[in-house]
T-cell receptor, first 115, second 112 residues
Framework: NAGVTQTPKFRILKIGQSMTLQCTQDMNHNYMYWYRQDPGMGLKLIYYSVGAGITDKGEVPNGYNVSRSTTEDFPLRLELAAPSQTSVYFC??????????????FGPGTRLTVL | KQEVTQIPAALSVPEGENLVLNCSFTDSAIYNLQWFRQDPGKGLTSLLLIQSSQREQTSGRLNASLDKSSGRSTLYIAASQPGDSATYLCAAPKAAGNKLTFGGGTRVLVKP
């Protein structure tokens, strides 16, 4: 298994541009998550999904959108990029929330800079 | 709202010394607690996951304890090595949804 993969690894955007961060997992996990990590800080949850067709907001959802059309993919969309969205974005997944199956696995991250 | 704190933010020890990393959380109604390792510029690697019903979990030189009543978890790394140098993050979800709340991390440097 490749686990959780993210593309691109790096991206520089101009203010007002839009882009989609891709996330794919091949572990047949139901739950998927998007986090952002600002320099020297822990991670904060942006959006999450409990299965195909179901998404919900996390702690810091403003400025982002998600969709979950398949079990494998969970793209994160930035519509109007702002400097405050400069961060490292991590995608994660877990099989379920039940004990023994709730460990979260993370992708390598996408480093985004908005100038 | 759950708040997770890791103190100290940075730690430097000589090689061979045991490492003790602390994690505190404000809401004891956690589902589990997960410890991660993050190398500079890299993603997160899961080290240990302790379910809410467990008091500790061990993997090789790593041992993590959980005390829900006091809102604390401790990660012990025995006989530290320079390769253990990294940032260690703890995270705890509340019951449903498994949404993790992260601490700010402890940056560890093990000097040869």
């Amino acid at each position: 298994n490749a686990g959780v993969t993210q593309t691109p690894k790096f991206r520089i955007l101009k203010i007002g541009q839009s882009m989609t961060l891709q996330c794919t997992q091949d572990m047949n996990h139901n739950y998927m998550y998007w986090y952002r990590q600002d320099p020297g800080m822990g991670l904060k949850l942006i959006y999450y999904s409990v299965g195909a067709g179901i998404t919900d907001k996390g702690e810091v959802p403003n400025g982002y959108n998600v969709s979950r059309s398949t079990t494998e993919d969970f793209p994160l969309r930035l519509e109007l990029a702002a400097p405050s969205q400069t961060s490292v974005y991590f995608c994660a997944s877990s099989y379920s929330i039940r004990k023994g199956h709730n460990e979260q696995f993370f992708g390598p991250g996408t480093r985004l800079t908005v100038l | 709202k759950q708040e997770v704190t890791q103190i100290p933010a940075a730690l430097s020890v000589p090689e061979g010394e045991n490492l003790v990393l602390n994690c505190s959380f404000t809401d004891s109604a956690i589902y589990n607690l997960q410890w991660f390792r993050q190398d500079p510029g890299k993603g997160l690697t899961s080290l240990l996951l302790i379910q809410s019903s467990q008091r500790e979990q061990t993997s090789g030189r790593l041992n993590a304890s959980l005390d829900k009543s006091s809102g604390r978890s401790t990660l012990y790394i025995a006989a530290s090595q320079p390769g253990d140098s990294a940032t260690y993050l703890c995270a705890a979800p509340k019951a449903a949804g498994n949404k993790l709340t992260f601490g700010g991390g402890t940056r560890v440097l093990v000097k040869p």
